[in-house]
């Protein structure tokens, strides 16, 4: 009976630890978190959405969407046009709109598909293929040579 409360403390303490260590966030969503912030701050716009079925990215399951990273650019003053594309071996492969745009070569790593509307241009992309975030600025100014061509 004398150790059954030093047991019972000893539980305690190994729970109350497990659930401190357990709330630690995990580095790599520590660094999607920093590189979506840093790609706020140069004015991109970071967020998950469902991919849509024509960016050919494997669903989750068979009834349910992958949720795939999804940054844009607005530009106030424009007026695109509706483009759809995906990239494959560095090019754009035109899925929907102006020839122009097809064959455009890419130099960004992990890009599934490219779209452009009205006033918005933006990448569909794998994060996991820049965690460290080198590549935002080349992406905010290929978006921007894509939305003046």
Known sequence: MENTGLWVAVVIVVFVLGSIFGLRVSPRE????????????IGLHPRLVAAPDWTKIPKASENRASMVA?????IPEARLPLMRALVADQKLQLVYGDDKFNNLPIDLKGI???????NCVGIYWNEESDLRAAQLDA???????????
């Open 30 to 41: 520590k660094a999607l978190g920093e590189m979506r912030d840093k790609a706020r701050k």
């Open 70 to 74: 999804y940054y844009s650019i607005l």
């Open 112 to 118: 599934y598909a490219i779209d452009m509307q009205a």
């Open 139 to 149: 992406i905010k100014a290929q978006l921007h040579s894509l939305a003046e061509i």
